[in-house]
């Protein structure tokens, strides 16, 4: 049958606002530096052809230009789909072409656009296109997945070749064999169609024609021929290369995978599926064209023939010939990758082979002119022809009629191109041979669209004759082959689809835009603009679209959109008769005349084009091009109704939509009075409008004329109505009812859309009425009495139509209401769960479940037992019909699945005040782990603030803010001294009561000249007082070369970086200045002998200390790091030091291994140590197999024995040697601490090797061994047979050498000619590294029979150390712990303190420093100063000799070093002060390395400014122990026995511990109460301390909680026995615990005591706190603004505000304040107001009532309980109880003036019964005596019609104020709410 199609006349439907279109590229192009905006070009081939003068060189180039190459341009929109996330708006594509140039821009109507991608090509870009590639994916066997990956490309057409662009980075260029026409996208790739040449069409023996059609599955796969398949009885063997010069392809789709061709000699279209060629199918293409020629292959029965393979004698080639010397070319056979041919499946290629680029040789020389490349020889593979000649007309692929068979043509051995495609045809047009000519035209469109009941339809548009041909297709069974059944002719100018509404835009050919849904005519479209007038000339003639063969409709034509089509098809046939639908004049009369003549001056729609989604493009004749939105058709009724040009009112919509709504459930409107005065309503309720626009002294006759009562009956009220039983919605009507009503309900809930509800009751009660359901009728009277009593027809539904209505399971005769279901929860009374619509109830759902949550204490409320408080309605309880119409709820309730504190401010105040209840109780105690959202939720900004992981350094407001220490020198100086970086808010918190970090910056400052006082003595000559100055400046630089490893210390991690700025590096100024002339002193004068290379390793040093100010989160990668190398060679010693800082703080591993080798391939000693050391630190643990190969190159011992010697420097052989200990520590790796082992006793070798600094080796080697086997013990898994701890005691106490082997023995087999050691072992050289290397292997095993090995021997201070740290619970922070460890024989035998007892005390002393690291212990500290102070007592001792000067400064410096340990980061005042008297001290034994060790005590001390402390876990031990080796260097370069680079090492023992809480609302830092409670161990019990933040935390595994102590601010527990990670990460981001101070308090730095707080302000008066506050003082307290700006608009004494409102205003803020409550502010001002309205007693609703009964059941449910559960509600004070007095007094008077009412209605009645007449008389009858006196007008009428019913006049003045009171307003039996308020 064919399709209804109607033409509408006075409908129009309104397009979006009309936006002026420009393609984005187009400016983007224009400020590109192309090719066409340069005046010259570096390449000028044509210049240099014509001349090599100047002037014609430019006329060359300029030539080579073409006006037409730089005007073409082009441009595809497309929805956006690039990264396209779930919850992103809609956007859209372009990409756009112009000369060289391809741009890809995003955009949308909310976004401006932006370049996503842009590409400049070599040649002009003839052709850009979108195309999905799928790769293939592997599994990990390296078989083939069936799934594919797709890869979103862009790809553009050049003449020679595709560049391929992907959307991940990827960039690909596939040269072109051949010149191509058009390239088109696919679901598998691209196609490409070859463009054909002159001799194509000309048959010729030799050549017959070639491939016209290829495909690329991949930019790496080879070029190849598609094949066809037509239809036909031998489907078998007719599959053929697509050879057909005469087809065109116009179109192409990847859903459905279909190609549209156009025959130019037939002029027909063709559709063709386009998929995967199978395995038959090719062996079949193969067989064919290696079967010889002649055979009867070519002779079947349908006449097709197989093509071959020909040695051709020549090819058109632009050149006149391609090869060489002017002779043919000779072509030979050119294989395919053999992949391609084995592949199991034809979906699946192997991509493994790299592209034959020659494959395609002969073609690429044939039809490329632009590619200048040598000459190939090789055969054309696709030289193809058809054998025998074949009639035309089946299909558009065979070969012309004219080819002729050339059988006796040789063929040599040929392997063709396998192909990947077939096309198979499905449809081509069946053309008569009568119109042949007349529709040979090609369509210039084509596209796929689809109607409202999912029909779809392949559209092409034929301009010549102006129409749309509409062919429907539908898929078959097996889903491989679409079905054809029927062609529709539309006449079209243009059409475009628009796919969001089912729908496409036609343009007709009078200029009119038409809407059509598939083949049928929806409505005009009008455009909002001046254009209108001309764009919307129209001819009132329909067009009815012509059926070319019968449609055939499914049975199940798609459910959803059944609806749609008929209301399109009843808009149809009624649409000259219809009365309500069709009556408004749409738009200027003028638009509409009859003919189609346009003004030549006014623009007209020349066409359409880039329709995206339901946005298109309208191209006017002038040139201007607009863009137009269609908006979404649901109902074309509703539609045609509301999208009348101007656009209705809110009202308006309302009205149009209940007018639409109700016809279709067959009401008649017009006769309903509610319904007919609807639209001439301004406000949104009807009625409420009707009673204020009479007149006064109308009475009730404007009431009744309303609802067409005559004045004679007027009393008859109830009008007889009939529903007409046939329309759509009928049927549905008891289902749409229940889904108002529900929809009713969650209006309720929304204070926002409430006012819709007295809107939508007028409806619910008419329906109400109609099906006889009187409860929810009451209902209704009871939310709204004063509007329901207005309403009182109802409309008859015949009984015998009432069967067809389909009655819903979950309408119900009692009415859901959400109310009276929360009112019951709260009195705890069961409930049956509330019914709710998924996706429109969703505030009902969240309510209900957070009542069952908070208030019944249902855990599983919102999981499992959902079920028991809700009732979910699906699509099957009702039809489907209301299914669609969910549309209309879902438009007018707009609500998130989410629930925030916005959405809580919209909930009505009773309902929402539970909620508040549990918001603000887990406000109090929230936990440290809840997510973003739910912190949001209860207000809790501090822990919203939290999970934004800002750093102090990253706020802009926390870091340059104010400082709290003055700056002590100018602010040149403080950038030169590297330490500006510390942040002085946080500092000036910690230390607030003195300068100590400005005294820490003084003494650690090496940027400035040093001071050297120095007083010229009489007898010294000038010369020698100059060398004196210079030998003083010799002391003092060795002070200042030892400040750089303390400054980065001090400096640690506080800087981040600005990625396009070098990192400062504060010079080493090793110069001085001479009191009092200021005179310059200098080193380099030559009076006296420096060491040479003295500022090495200083230098080193100062980079380090530069590096190590890096944050670990900073941003930097390798062009930056590489970006810092200095070019002055002086300065690559710092830059080597600055390399290993950033492996120390993890930023080494971005550096690229190019740079790496680079950096190590320059020999230079400085920075492979410092990187060595540096990625060695960065990859900590790892087992990097890279950085592993990296080290061992620099160990000989790692080497193979027959590998090359390499001449490595003896101090990067010491760094490699660590740095495998750092990157295999703790991993037991065997083979490495085999090697290691063997190292710490390596023998000195022949010819000086080995001979000198043995001792860092050895000991090197013995740390790395301890790294290695880090903790271990005696569980070495695998090491057993190395005996290691054995052979280890044997380093420590020397004896005969254990004889070496395997690759050892090799290479220690010759002995030194230097070193006469014998086969004995040096325990010098070996000792201290094995002590270290046992000692680390057994750290904190308490083993005592390998404690027992490291018995103290004399002058040791090694196996001290040791032996206390194996035994590591032994150590007690008590002097007699430290004097336990002296030997009781050498306690005994000496009067004094010996060396060896020296050295022993200082090996305790370190150990109890390391096991208490970090710690601040009082009693470790306490014990280090006590003997600190022994020793300085000691060395005060003028007999003091040298050498025991020396070994005391030494034992003091590693007892300074061990208190910096305990106390690292605290920056105690008492180690200060020792670290500047030893500062000072320069002369005598005072060398570099006793500074050194003093600066690195006080780095520790003051550790990254204090927000740093140190570890004791076994990785932090191990590289303390490594950095505080105590055998400290004599001078600058001494590396004897302890490399000095290891020193930084101590960084790796840092971690950040300091916690700094940050006001939420001044992001200050601030100070706040801190509880911490420290785990139950077997020294001490569970104990809790307070501290006062900011502070440094103990290690985190000593802790179970900290928490943030009221009552200054709000409560945050962390609770670290689950877990420690959140702690840690807020450590990590600069210990930022954001903390929100409570309203009515002030920070401790503003009242240390809490004296000034608004409570205690309070209680300090002899008042209440109400009346002692003040408003005006409210900002001091509290930053919330809402209860800022109510204090000073309503709590300042003003005119018109009374002072009891005033004192009431104020007891509410001052309630909201102390209760830290701000958001019951307008609770209880709702309160307030709800009881003000009832006293006064102009409620319109009920509403109030109902939230005032909430409000007093959830206070009575608290009182209930336990009188002492009213401190649990936050309404706490006497407000409540005042309030819900005053309800009961006016609820008690309203009881009472209702009781006096009923015995005067009873009184009434009874007369009424006594004197009633019979209708004979002529009296009123048997109808009501109310509804008879009702209708009086006055007095005097009151009177006449009571003498008629006999009414005694006493009972009649009675009734007076209530039948004449204004407020009665209509018939109503049941009296308004105003008659009770009197």
């Known amino acids: 049958m064919s399709e209804v199609v109607y033409e509408e006349t006075a409908t129009m439907i309104a397009a979006g606002d009309l936006q002026l279109f420009v393609p984005f590229g187009r400016e983007h192009c224009r400020n590109h530096p192309n090719a066409f905006n340069l005046q010259l070009r570096e390449l000028q081939p044509a210049s240099e052809l014509w001349s090599s003068d100047g002037a014609a060189g430019l006329v060359g180039s300029l030539q080579e230009v073409s006006l037409q190459e730089r005007e073409r341009e082009s441009w595809q929109l497309r929805k956006g789909c690039t990264g396209v996330k779930e919850d992103e708006a809609e956007f859209e594509e372009e990409l756009y072409t112009a000369g060289n140039m391809a741009v890809w821009s995003q955009g949308s109507r909310t976004q401006a656009s932006s370049v996503y991608k842009a590409f400049t090509v070599d040649s002009p870009v003839q052709q850009a296109l979108w195309c999905n590639f799928a790769v293939p994916q592997n599994n990990n066997d390296g078989t083939v997945k069936l799934s594919e990956e797709v890869e979103q490309t862009v790809c553009i057409v050049q003449s020679s070749c595709i560049n391929v662009h992907t959307v991940t980075g990827k960039d690909f260029i596939s040269p072109l064999p051949f010149q191509v026409s058009n390239v088109w996208a696919t679901k598998f790739g691209l196609l490409l169609e070859r463009k054909n040449a002159a001799n194509d069409t000309q048959p010729n023996p030799p050549g017959e024609p070639l491939p016209t059609v290829f495909s690329m599955l991949h930019p790496l796969d080879e070029i190849a021929p598609i094949v066809c398949k037509p239809p036909g ?224 339809y392949l559209c092409f548009l034929v301009e010549s004759h102006q129409h749309l041909r509409c062919v429907k ?438 309902v929402a005040l539970p909620i508040r209840e549990a918001i603000y109780r887990c406000r109090e105690q929230p936990s440290s782990d809840w997510p973003e959202e739910v912190c949001l939720l209860i207000g809790r900004q501090d822990l919203t603030k939290q999970a934004h992981k800002m750093t102090l350094a990253k706020s802009k407001s926390v870091g340059s803010g104010f400082s709290l220490v003055p ?65 003083k400046l010799l002391q003092l630089c060795q002070r200042t070369m030892a400040l750089p490893v303390g400054r980065g210390l001090f400096t640690l991690f506080s800087y981040h970086p600005v990625p396009t700025e070098p990192l400062p590096v504060p010079k080493l100024n090793l110069t001085g200045r001479a009191p009092p002339r200021n005179t310059m002193v200098d080193l380099n004068s030559g009076n006296i002998d420096v060491p040479p290379n003295m500022t090495n390793w200083p230098s080193f040093h100062n980079g380090v200390a530069a590096g190590l100010k890096i944050a670990p989160a900073s941003q930097v990668d390798s062009a930056w790091i590489a970006y810092n190398k200095p070019k002055s060679p002086e300065l690559a010693n710092e830059y080597a030091g600055f390399l290993m800082a950033l492996g120390l703080n993890g930023h080494l591993t971005k550096l690229a291994t190019l740079n790496i080798h680079d950096y190590l391939t320059k020999g230079h000693e400085m920075t492979s140590i410092g990187l060595l050391l540096g990625v060695s630190s960065a990859k900590l643990g790892t087992m990097d197999m890279s950085i592993t190969r990296l080290l061992s190159i620099h160990i000989p011992a790692l080497l193979p024995p ?21 990157v295999y520590q703790g991993t037991g790796h065997r083979h490495n601490a085999e090697v290691l082992l063997s190292e710490i006793g390596r023998p000195p070798g022949p010819e000086m090797e080995y001979c000198t600094d043995r001792e860092s080796y050895s000991l090197a080697a013995g740390l790395a061994l301890g790294m290695v086997c880090l903790g271990h013990g005696s569980n070495l898994i695998g090491m057993t047979d190395l005996n290691v701890p054995e052979q280890l005691y044997q380093y420590m106490v020397g004896g005969h050498r254990r004889a070496q082997a395997g690759a050892s023995r090799e290479r220690h087999k010759s002995p030194s000619y230097q070193i006469k050691e014998g086969d004995t072992i040096n325990v010098d050289v070996t000792c201290p590294g094995a002590t270290l290397a046992l000692a680390m292997i057994y750290l904190k095993t308490n083993n005592r029979s390998i404690a027992d090995w490291l018995k103290p021997p004399d002058t040791c201070v090694t196996p001290t150390l040791a032996r206390c740290i194996i035994m590591w619970d032994e150590i007690l922070p008590n002097t007699e712990w430290v004097k336990s460890n002296i030997p009781q024989v050498r306690k005994c035998t000496d009067d004094g303190i010996t060396d060896s007892q020296d050295y022993i005390t200082a090996g305790a002393c370190m150990a109890l420093g390391l096991r208490f690291a970090g710690s601040a212990n009082s009693d470790a500290f306490d014990c280090l100063y006590e003997f600190a102070k022994t020793f300085m007592k000691m060395m005060s001792f003028a007999g003091t000799a040298a050498m025991g000067y020396y070994n ?59 927000r740093y402390t140190l570890s004791t876990s076994n990785s932090a031990i191990a590289a303390l122990l490594c950095a505080l080796y105590p055998h400290f260097p004599a001078h600058s370069t001494d590396n004897r026995y302890h490399l000095q680079a290891l020193r930084h090492l101590a960084v790796l023992a840092a971690e950040p511990r300091l916690i700094v809480p940050v006001d939420v609302d001044s992001l200050k830092p601030c100070y706040a109460l801190l509880e911490v409670t420290y785990k139950e161990t077997k020294w001490y019990n569970e104990t809790t301390v307070e501290l006062m933040a900011p502070t440094l935390l103990p290690e985190l595994h000593l802790l179970k909680q900290v928490k943030v102590k009221g009552p200054r601010y709000w409560e945050l527990s962390l609770d670290l026995s689950k877990e420690t990670q959140h702690l840690k990460s807020i450590l990590v981001r600069d210990g930022v615990l954001y903390v929100k101070l409570r309203a009515g308090q002030l920070p401790y730095k503003d009242d240390p005591q809490g004296w000034k707080s608004l409570l205690a302000t309070a209680v300090s008066h002899r008042n209440s706190g109400v009346t002692a506050f003040k408003p005006e003082a409210i900002s001091t307290f509290t930053s919330e603004p809402a209860l800022i700006s109510f204090a000073e608009f309503f709590c300042k004494t003003s005119e018109g505000l009374k002072s009891d409102s005033l004192m009431l205003f104020s007891a509410m803020l001052y309630e909201c304040v102390t209760q830290e409550c701000p958001e019951m502010l307008p609770t209880y001002i709702a309160i307030e107001q709800a009881v003000g309205a009832l006293r006064q007693g102009d409620l319109q609703q009920t509403f109030p009532l109902w939230q005032l009964r909430l409000v007093v059941e959830l206070w009575d449910g608290r009182m209930l309980r336990s009188p002492a559960n009213k401190h649990d509600t936050l309404l706490t004070s006497e407000f409540l109880p005042v309030m819900k007095n005053a309800v009961d007094v006016v609820l008690d008077n309203w009881l009472q003036d209702f009781n006096n009412l009923a015995s005067e209605i009873t009184t009434l009645a009874g007369l009424a019964s006594c004197n009633m007449r019979v209708n004979a008389d002529g009296s009123v009858g048997n109808d009501s005596v109310l509804c008879f006196l009702a209708g009086c007008n006055s007095f005097a009428d009151l009177l006449l019609r009571s003498s008629q019913l006999g009414i005694p006049l006493r009972d009649l003045l009675r009734l007076v104020p209530i039948l004449l009171s204004p407020a009665s307003g209509s018939q109503s039996l049941l009296f308004p709410l105003q008659a009770f308020s009197s």
């Open 1202 to 1222: 027959t590998s090359t010697e390499l001449d490595v420097p003896h101090n990067v052989q010491v760094a490699a040697v660590i740095g495998i200990g750092l």
């Open 967 to 1031: 700056p002590a020198s100018s602010e040149a100086d403080e950038e030169e001294d590297g330490m500006l970086d510390i942040i002085h808010e946080v500092t000036g918190l910690i230390w607030s009561q003195d300068l100590r970090i400005q005294e820490v910056r003084r003494l650690l400052q090496s940027s400035r000249p040093v001071r050297v006082s120095v007083v010229q003595q009489p007898e010294v000559s000038d010369h020698e007082y100059i060398e004196e100055k210079e030998n």
């Open 1448 to 1506: 005391l400064q030494t034992c003091l410096s590693m007892i300074l070093l061990s208190m910096s340990m305990v106390m690292a980061g605290t920056g105690n005042l008492k180690v200060l002060q020792l670290c500047r008297f030893f500062h000072k001290r320069t002369g005598g034994e005072m060398n570099y390395g006793f500074h050194m060790a003093h600066h690195m005590a006080l780095g520790l001390l003051f550790l990254g400014g204090g």
């Open 473 to 910: 297709f539908i898929e078959s069974n097996d889903a491989t082959q679409l079905i054809f059944p029927s062609v529709t002719t539309i006449p079209a100018k243009d059409a475009a689809p628009l796919q969001n509404i089912d729908a496409m835009l036609v343009l007709e050919a009078c200029g009119s835009l038409v809407i059509y849904t598939g083949i049928t005519r929806v409505s005009k479209v009008h455009l909002p603009s001046p254009l209108s007038h001309s764009i919307s000339l129209t001819n009132q003639l329909p067009y009815l679209s012509t059926p070319v063969e019968t449609v055939s409709t499914p049975a199940n034509a798609g459910n959803r959109h059944i609806h749609r089509l008929n209301e399109v098809k009843e808009c149809g046939v009624n649409a000259l008769h219809s009365n309500v639908f069709f009556r408004l004049e749409v738009g200027n009369s003028s638009s509409f005349i009859e003919d189609f003549s346009f003004q030549q001056a006014t623009p007209f729609i020349l066409s359409l084009r880039d329709p995206v989604c339901n946005r298109v493009t309208l191209e006017l004749s002038s040139g201007v091009m607009l863009r137009i939105c269609i908006p979404e058709i649901v109902l074309v009724k509703w539609y045609n109704i509301y999208n009348a040009p101007g656009g209705p009112s809110a009202h308006a919509e309302w009205s149009q939509f209940v007018t639409c709504f109700m016809t279709l459930m067959g009401y008649n409107t017009e006769r309903l009075a509610w319904t007919r005065h609807l639209q001439f309503e301004v406000p949104l309720s009807p009625v409420i409008a009707a009673k204020k626009a009479r007149p006064s002294d109308g009475g009730s006759d404007e009431v009744c004329k309303m609802h067409n009562v005559n004045n004679d009956n007027k009393y008859m009220y109830l009008s007889s109505l009939k529903l007409e039983s046939s329309a759509s919605l009928f049927p549905h009507i008891p289902a749409l009812f229940g889904v108002l009503h529900l929809l009713y309900q969650e209006l309720q809930l929304d204070e926002l859309h409430r006012a819709r509800a007295s809107s939508l009751v007028c409806l619910l009660q008419q329906l109400a009425r109609d099906l006889q359901l009187e409860e929810y009728v009451d209902l209704y009277w009871r939310d709204y009495p004063s509007l329901i009593s207005c309403f009182m027809e109802s409309c008859i539904i015949d009984q015998a139509v009432i069967g067809q209505m389909h009655r819903p399971s979950f309408l119900s005769s009692n009415p859901p209401c959400v109310f009276k279901w929360l009112s019951s929860c709260l009195r705890g009374e069961a409930s049956p769960p509330f019914p709710y619509l998924p996706g429109i109830c969703q505030r009902t759902k969240l309510l209900v479940l957070s009542y069952a949550l908070y208030i019944i204490g249902d855990d599983n409320a919102t999981s499992t037992n959902v079920w028991k408080y809700l009732l979910k309605l699906s699509a099957g309880m009702f039809h489907s019909y209301t299914r669609c119409w969910g549309f209309w709820t879902k438009a007018a309730v707009h609500q998130s699945a989410s629930f925030t504190l916005k959405d809580l401010e919209s909930v009505p105040f009773g």
């Open 233 to 456: 009885p031998f489907e078998g063997s007719r599959v053929q290369y697509v050879s057909d010069s005469n087809m065109k392809m116009v179109f192409t789709c990847c859903q459905p995978s279909i190609v549209v061709s156009y025959d130019t000699v037939q002029g027909t279209h063709t559709v063709w599926a386009l998929r995967k060629v199978t395995d038959d199918e090719r062996s079949l293409v193969l067989r064919c064209l290696t079967e010889p020629a002649g055979t009867p292959l070519g002779l079947m029965a349908s006449g097709f023939l197989g093509s071959h393979l020909r040695n051709t004698s020549h090819l058109d080639s632009p050149g006149g010939s391609g090869g060489g010397g002017g002779s043919p070319l000779h072509y030979s056979t050119l294989h395919s990758h053999p992949s391609r041919i084995m592949t199991s499946s034809p979906g699946v290629h192997s991509r493994v082979h790299s592209p034959n680029i020659s494959n395609m040789a002969a073609l690429s020389r044939a039809h490329s002119p632009g590619m200048a490349a040598p000459s190939y020889s090789g055969a054309s593979r696709f030289n193809t022809s058809f054998h025998s000649p074949s009639p035309r007309g089946h299909h558009g692929l065979l070969p012309s009629p004219n080819s002729t068979a050339n059988e006796s043509v040789a063929m040599p051995e040929m392997e063709p191109i396998i192909p990947d495609l077939c096309v198979e045809q499905l449809w081509s047009e069946a053309v008569s041979a009568g119109c042949h000519r007349e529709m040979s035209s090609q369509a210039s469109k084509v596209f796929l669209t689809s109607d409202l009941c999912e029909n779809h």
